[in-house]
């Protein structure tokens, strides 16, 4: 939650953490920015709006691009949180 605040500064950072057979830990963070509405909304509700706004041409999709540059700006931050650890 950290590297979500400092690289995408999000309203509010949304955890869910999912068990399955298998013994391994399953995490999904997701950050709710500023843009979207507000409360704990499940994924598959939040998917289905975010498709409804690109659709309307209210949101778009961020390019490959972007992605990189936003991984990238994450990964500097892990690094420096490790760091300072």
């Known amino acids: 939650t950290q590297v979500f605040t400092s690289v995408l500064k999000p309203a509010r950072v949304h955890l869910g953490l999912y068990a399955e057979v298998v013994r391994h830990i399953h995490w999904h963070v997701?950050?709710?920015?500023?843009?979207m509405p507000a409360g704990n909304?499940?994924?598959a509700f939040l998917i289905a709006w975010n498709r409804s706004l690109q659709?309307?041409?209210?949101?778009?999709?961020?390019s490959e691009r972007e992605v990189e540059r936003v991984a990238l700006q994450m990964k500097v931050e892990f690094q420096r949180l490790e760091s300072a650890s």
């Open 55 to 62: 659709r309307l041409g209210l949101k778009r999709v961020c």
């Open 41 to 43: 909304i499940p994924l």
């Open 30 to 35: 997701v950050p709710r920015l500023s843009n």
